[in-house]
Structure formats: C-alpha cells, structure tokens
C-alpha cells in the first residue's frame, strides 16, 4: 500500500505497514513487568552469585533481602516521572534538543506544540544513563544509598527503568500516528481479548483484509505466555471469569493504597489521551 507522508515531513511515497499495538491495565502491566524483568531473574542472579543462599534461606526470604520491592521501584519512577513530564519540564526540552534540529521532526513537534499535545521521547528524556558503576539510572539513587546491598544491576535495565513509563501506551504512539495513516493503526486491548477473544480476533482479522473466520475453536484450545507459563509455546488453558464478577482486579498486587492511588491519578490523563488517539477506549 503506498502512502503519502509528504504532511508529516516526508517528501516521498513509501509503503505502510498494519501496525497492531496490545495495550494493557498500566498497573497491571507494571506488576507484570516487575515480576517478569526484575523480581524473577534478579532473584536467580543473587542465587547464583551466592550459590549458599538457598541451603538456609528461602526464595522469599532471599527477594527481601537482596531486591527492591514493587513499591520501592514504582515510588521511584513515579517520583522521576512526575518532574520529566510535567508541561514544560524536562521532557520536552530533552525531546526538542535531541530531535528538533532534524527538519522532519521540527516540522511535526512545532505542529503538536501549537495543539498543546507536545511530542516527547521518554526513554531518550526522562531515563538517561549510567550514572555511576553502582547507580544505573538517576532514578534510584535514594533506593541505592539507602539499601546498599540491594540488587539494581540487572539484564535489560530498559525495561526494568520503565516501568510505569512504559505503561504510558499514548507517548510513543503519538508519534506513530504522525507517521502513519490513522486507518493502518489498530489498538487491543488486552481485556477484550481475554474475555472476548473470538470476536476481538474477528476485528483484527478484517483490519488486516484477511477472509472470515470463526476463531471459536481457537480461543478454546487456551492461551500462549499465561500467568507464571515458561515460555511461548505451550498452550495453557485457563479458565477465564465474567469480568463483571472481578471485584478488585489490583487485589493480588503488593501496593499501598495510598501509592496505588498516586499511580492510578498520573496515568489517568495519558490513558485518556491514548483513547482520543485511537477512537477507542479500554476498560481502565
């Protein structure tokens, strides 16, 4: 399919892609990043550093010894976040310093600066680098200092530094919608596919111009990469529950209210701004 992107900055015709971008409960997310990036293989790295640990200590008496809680992480990152995407703040002068000398992008970041919706590279604005052998990231200095013989340092400290950040669906999306047409972009959410999985893969098969199809039999056979499942290719079935009947879907994660409540308050603007761009909403 060809294109003109000429109004985003580009001069030339070029093919376009279907892009489907999963967006899922941010909180949710961020407990399942933490478990996944973090808490599971920080607690394997301690162990192997330390292989006596475990002939006297048990796998949760080891995490707190040696790792940050899910609190500790979000409290941090909330706190980096709040002064980098603030209007005005860090954020944006980042974004503009790093990408504004290049004509495309100037073009595209003066246009949503006039439309009060600035355009900001998050990872590239608010994270930064390696601040010091000990300290990775800005963010956990205070973590660090405090708790000294606690485990920062570990594989993919991209994914670990963001995670609320990357729960922020609309930041990066807002870019791809400046360089895709609106009608080659479709967003899921994770919860229609879980509780309506045959007609959500019905929509994103006609999105995709693929012939009918009935995904009943599909959906049945059970999921891929399903709660503490090893791996992507085994099939686990789950029994999945009337989402009516789900009283308090953050009742198994380890978070204060209070906090809980801070979270929740932060994202509730970027997550309506990510409705408005799709012309969807998720239920969160």
């Not at 439309?115 to 601040?131: K, N, R």
């Not at 098969?205 to 599909?218: E, H, I, K, Q, R």
Request: glycine share 6%.
């Amino acid at each position: 399919m060809m294109r003109n992107l000429a109004g985003n900055g580009r001069n030339a015709e070029v093919s376009t892609p279907k892009i489907i971008t999963a967006v899922r409960n941010p909180l949710e997310r961020s407990w399942s990043s933490y478990k996944y990036n973090y808490a599971n293989p920080g607690l394997e790295q301690v162990k192997k550093e330390n292989p006596m640990l475990s002939t006297f200590m048990s796998d949760k008496e080891i995490s707190e010894k040696y790792l940050f809680t899910f609190e500790q992480m979000i409290r941090a990152e909330l706190d980096l976040l709040k002064e980098c995407l603030q209007p005005g703040g860090i954020g944006e002068q980042l974004t503009k310093l790093v990408h504004g000398h290049k004509a495309w992008a100037r073009t595209i970041l003066e246009r949503k600066d006039s439309q009060g919706m600035p355009l900001i590279a998050i990872d590239e604005a608010c994270y930064g680098g390696i601040v010091s052998p000990t300290l990775p990231r800005r963010q956990w200095k205070n973590l660090v200092e405090e708790f000294p013989e606690k485990l920062i340092n570990v594989d993919n400290l991209h994914t670990v530094q963001a995670m609320v950040g990357r729960s922020l669906f609309t930041l990066p999306m807002e870019w791809w919608y400046e360089f895709y047409p609106k009608e080659d972009l479709y967003m899921v959410c994770n919860e229609d596919l879980k509780y309506h999985g045959s007609e959500e893969l019905s929509k994103i098969s006609d999105f995709l111009g693929l012939p009918a199809f009935d995904f009943s039999d599909v959906v049945d056979e059970g999921m891929f990469n399903v709660g503490n499942n090893i791996g992507y290719d085994t099939v686990t079935r789950v029994q999945v529950e009337d989402k009516k009947e789900v009283v308090d879907i953050y009742s198994g994660i380890p978070i204060s209210e209070e906090l809980k409540q801070d979270y929740l308050s932060f994202v509730k603007p970027f997550n309506e701004r990510l409705f408005e761009l799709a012309g969807k909403r998720c239920d969160w």
